[in-house]
């Protein structure tokens, strides 16, 4: 008996400290939006935090992609050659890679480099009144600190995915011409005409809603983080994982919402 | 104080209370401080003295009761109105807090990129004063990290005072220095009064800085300010109360 009261406070306490954190991000994430179209614009921090979450991932999200795209050619080869249906390799890899495997694996990279580098910083900050201080100097640390990594991840993550998107199909077109014996030209020509814009645009347009989930949940947990340097790295810890599974989980809701454009 | 204005009441805390969850830090908090005077609050750790500082520029937010800054509440303001608060009141924080990303500088420039519409001249000449102000000169290059703590603190100063404020907050302001260092602080803290005619809130439970800078000295203990004094009256204060047990390190905290 003890023990089913003392389960049902810590699932009570698990749900209220959810709801209460979920309320939060949502109103930090409504300060972003309205803080991002106000003056004054603060480009060359935007500019630096472009150079720090983007071309930072640049080569492992291109490194990732370009295996992914080899990977899937090679086992699509072995499960298409069931049907007879080797031709149909291009195609087939190219939609898994436009549509999904290349805005959420570039996301799940940047995610989970960004998210934690974003969450230390900011953490640090935090524990050592950095953030106060702003705020005590009579600025808003959501205007300096969020807004910006926020106009930098919704720039860099998509051009990023759309990079990754390339490689990843020259990925699949490498391995094939090498290992499945079909012609570059013919795989790449296969691929353009077998997918449409509509496949590319509603991956690119997933990545917007992960970077933004990201830096949310990053500068969120960041922000809030307590108790010297044990709390930031609970904080980062606890922001990668929760970006992870926040990415896996709109990539759901996503994709079916997105089906309706086709 | 011989300004116009000295002596008026400046900041006034009425019946605040905090609290963090089920935790009470103080239940019944009321304080007036005066326009050019030293405040120095004293108390033992935990007892929320940087809280009081904090929720008068609306850092945190009290459990209950009002804090008004002349005669406008505080506790009332929204995010943009504390902005106006905070130009007039710098917070000098205890580890200084400074931009680790930025140069002396930079840091020093700060508030002043925020607040006014300088030149890059007019910007130079500012920090260099507020960093002659400190007795820092030439330094504006270095990075916070090449800093020694007392330097640090002395930063944080000359940053708290760029936008020439009518009061500063001193947040344990020498704790963790060396004597020198601290006498250097406390001389500080007095030509801050002499030369601008700032009104300080320090909170400390170093003593002998708190001897050497106080105009009045209040007590917060026991979930409230049990006492305040001029400093004068201190040695006055007959063994066995509150305030001398304190000082003499007799008080159970």
């Given at each position: 008996m003890r023990f089913l009261i003392r389960l049902s406070q810590r699932i009570g306490h698990g749900v209220a400290d959810f709801l209460e954190n979920f309320g939060a991000m949502m109103r930090l994430g409504g300060q972003t939006i309205a803080h991002s179209f106000s003056r004054p614009f603060e480009l060359h921090e935007v500019f630096k935090q472009i150079e720090h979450l983007g071309l930072g991932s640049i080569s492992i999200a291109l490194m990732t992609l370009f295996a992914t795209g080899m990977v899937m050619a090679l086992q699509f080869a072995v499960g298409l050659d069931r049907f007879g249906g080797r031709d149909y390799v291009s195609v087939v890899v190219g939609l898994a890679i436009l549509r999904e495997l290349g805005p959420v694996l570039s996301s799940v990279v940047v995610g989970g480099r960004v998210s934690s580098g974003i969450a230390a910083e900011l953490g640090?900050?935090?524990?050592?009144?950095?953030?106060?201080?702003?705020?005590?100097?009579?600025?808003?640390?959501?205007?300096?600190?969020?807004?910006?990594?926020?106009?930098?991840?919704?720039?860099?993550?998509?051009?990023?995915?759309?990079?990754?998107?390339?490689?990843?199909?020259?990925?699949?077109?490498?391995?094939?011409?090498?290992?499945?014996?079909?012609?570059?030209?013919?795989?790449?020509?296969?691929?353009?005409?077998?997918?449409?814009l509509i496949d590319l645009v509603t991956g690119l347009v997933k990545t917007y809603v992960f970077g933004f989930g990201i830096v949310l949940i990053a500068c969120h947990n960041g922000m809030r983080t307590y108790g010297g340097t044990e709390g930031v790295g609970q904080a980062t810890t606890k922001t990668v994982v929760a970006s992870l599974i926040f990415i896996f989980l709109a990539d759901f809701f996503l994709t079916r919402l997105l089906l309706v454009f086709g | 104080m011989s300004e116009t204005g000295a002596g008026q009441i400046v900041v006034r805390y009425e019946h605040v209370a905090k609290?963090?969850?089920?935790?009470?830090?103080?239940?019944?908090?009321?304080?007036?401080?005066?326009?050019?005077?030293?405040?120095?609050?004293?108390?033992?750790?935990?007892?929320?003295?940087?809280?009081?500082?904090?929720?008068?520029?609306?850092?945190?937010?009290?459990?209950?009761?009002?804090?008004?800054?002349?005669?406008?509440?505080?506790?009332?303001m929204d995010e943009?109105?504390?902005?106006?608060?905070?130009?007039?009141?710098?917070?000098?924080?205890?580890?200084?807090?400074?931009?680790?990303?930025?140069?002396?500088?930079?840091?020093?420039?700060?508030?002043?990129?925020?607040?006014?519409?300088?030149?890059?001249?007019?910007?130079?000449?500012?920090?260099?004063?507020?960093?002659?102000?400190?007795?820092?000169?030439?330094?504006?290059?270095?990075?916070?990290?090449?800093?020694?703590?007392g330097m640090r603190k002395r930063i944080g100063l000359a940053r708290a005072i760029a936008l020439e404020p009518e009061i500063i907050l001193w947040d344990e302001p020498t704790t963790g220095l060396d004597p020198s260092n601290t006498k250097r602080i406390s001389e500080l803290i007095l030509k801050m009064q002499s030369e601008l005619k700032v009104t300080s809130l320090i909170v400390t439970h170093d003593m002998t800085s708190a001897m050497m800078v106080a105009d009045r000295v209040a007590l917060l203990h026991g979930k409230r300010i049990e006492k305040v004094l001029p400093k004068a009256d201190i040695q006055k204060e007959p063994r066995g109360t509150l305030l001398r047990d304190f000082i003499e390190g007799n008080l159970d905290i």
């Amino acid at each position: 008996m003890r023990f089913l009261i003392r389960l049902s406070q810590r699932i009570g306490h698990g749900v209220a400290d959810f709801l209460e954190n979920f309320g939060a991000m949502m109103r930090l994430g409504g300060q972003t939006i309205a803080h991002s179209f106000s003056r004054p614009f603060e480009l060359h921090e935007v500019f630096k935090q472009i150079e720090h979450l983007g071309l930072g991932s640049i080569s492992i999200a291109l490194m990732t992609l370009f295996a992914t795209g080899m990977v899937m050619a090679l086992q699509f080869a072995v499960g298409l050659d069931r049907f007879g249906g080797r031709d149909y390799v291009s195609v087939v890899v190219g939609l898994a890679i436009l549509r999904e495997l290349g805005p959420v694996l570039s996301s799940v990279v940047v995610g989970g480099r960004v998210s934690s580098g974003i969450a230390a910083e900011l953490g640090s900050m935090a524990v050592t009144e950095q953030i106060d201080a702003i705020r005590a100097l009579g600025n808003n640390p959501v205007k300096k600190l969020v807004v910006p990594r926020m106009w930098a991840m919704m720039i860099a993550l998509p051009s990023l995915a759309l990079f990754a998107d390339i490689v990843g199909i020259l990925g699949g077109m490498a391995i094939s011409s090498l290992e499945l014996g079909l012609r570059p030209t013919t795989y790449l020509s296969d691929t353009i005409d077998g997918v449409q814009l509509i496949d590319l645009v509603t991956g690119l347009v997933k990545t917007y809603v992960f970077g933004f989930g990201i830096v949310l949940i990053a500068c969120h947990n960041g922000m809030r983080t307590y108790g010297g340097t044990e709390g930031v790295g609970q904080a980062t810890t606890k922001t990668v994982v929760a970006s992870l599974i926040f990415i896996f989980l709109a990539d759901f809701f996503l994709t079916r919402l997105l089906l309706v454009f086709g | 104080m011989s300004e116009t204005g000295a002596g008026q009441i400046v900041v006034r805390y009425e019946h605040v209370a905090k609290a963090f969850g089920p935790k009470v830090i103080y239940q019944d908090v009321s304080l007036e401080v005066r326009r050019g005077e030293n405040m120095v609050i004293m108390g033992g750790s935990g007892t929320g003295k940087s809280v009081m500082l904090k929720c008068l520029i609306g850092l945190m937010q009290p459990t209950a009761g009002k804090i008004f800054y002349g005669d406008r509440e505080v506790t009332a303001m929204d995010e943009a109105e504390l902005i106006d608060v905070r130009r007039n009141i710098a917070y000098v924080f205890q580890q200084a807090a400074l931009f680790d990303s930025m140069t002396v500088f930079e840091n020093i420039a700060y508030p002043l990129r925020t607040h006014l519409k300088l030149s890059e001249e007019e910007l130079a000449a500012r920090v260099e004063l507020n960093l002659d102000r400190v007795n820092l000169p030439g330094v504006g290059d270095l990075m916070p990290s090449q800093l020694s703590g007392g330097m640090r603190k002395r930063i944080g100063l000359a940053r708290a005072i760029a936008l020439e404020p009518e009061i500063i907050l001193w947040d344990e302001p020498t704790t963790g220095l060396d004597p020198s260092n601290t006498k250097r602080i406390s001389e500080l803290i007095l030509k801050m009064q002499s030369e601008l005619k700032v009104t300080s809130l320090i909170v400390t439970h170093d003593m002998t800085s708190a001897m050497m800078v106080a105009d009045r000295v209040a007590l917060l203990h026991g979930k409230r300010i049990e006492k305040v004094l001029p400093k004068a009256d201190i040695q006055k204060e007959p063994r066995g109360t509150l305030l001398r047990d304190f000082i003499e390190g007799n008080l159970d905290i």
